[in-house]
C-alpha cells in the first residue's frame, strides 16, 4: 500500500474500514498499517506487460516468449513491407521494359 509521503518509517497508522449498504453499517474493521521503508522500482511501465518489475527484461518463461514473439512479429512484418516494396519495384521496371519493347 502506498502512503502519503509525509509518513515516516516506523510510523503506524490506524484507519477505520466500513462497509456499508443500503444506509446501515454492515461490517467495520480496524486497519493498522505499519510504515516500513521500500524502494520504489523506477523501471519503464511497458516492462510490465512482459513480467518485468524493475527492468526491461522479463523474470518469467511467459515473459521471455512473450518478448520473442513481439521481436519475431516485428521482423516479420518488416520482411512484408520490404518484400512487398521491393516486389512493386521489381513489376514497375518490368512494365517499363514492356512498354519500350511494345508489348
Known amino acids: 500500500m502506498r502512503v502519503s509521503e509525509n509518513a515516516r518509517n516506523g510510523d503506524v497508522i490506524d484507519s477505520n474500514?466500513?462497509?456499508i449498504?443500503?444506509?446501515?453499517?454492515?461490517?467495520t474493521n480496524i486497519v493498522t498499517i505499519n510504515v516500513?521503508?521500500?524502494?520504489?522500482?523506477?523501471?519503464?511501465?511497458?516492462?510490465?506487460?512482459?513480467?518485468?518489475h524493475s527492468a526491461f527484461f522479463p523474470n518469467t518463461l511467459?515473459?521471455?516468449l512473450s518478448l520473442i514473439a513481439l521481436?519475431?512479429?516485428v521482423i516479420f512484418l518488416l520482411v512484408k513491407v520490404f518484400a512487398l516494396d521491393?516486389?512493386?519495384?521489381?513489376?514497375?521496371?518490368?512494365?517499363?521494359k514492356e512498354d519500350e519493347a511494345g508489348y
Open 17 to 19: 474500514a466500513e462497509f
Open 36 to 52: 516500513e521503508e521500500q524502494e520504489v522500482a523506477t523501471g519503464g511501465q511497458s516492462a510490465y506487460i512482459f513480467g518485468a
Open 86 to 96: 521491393s516486389t512493386r519495384t521489381i513489376l514497375a521496371k518490368l512494365k517499363d
Open 62 to 64: 511467459i515473459g521471455y
Open 71 to 73: 521481436v519475431l512479429l
Open 21 to 27: 449498504h443500503d444506509g446501515k453499517t454492515e461490517k
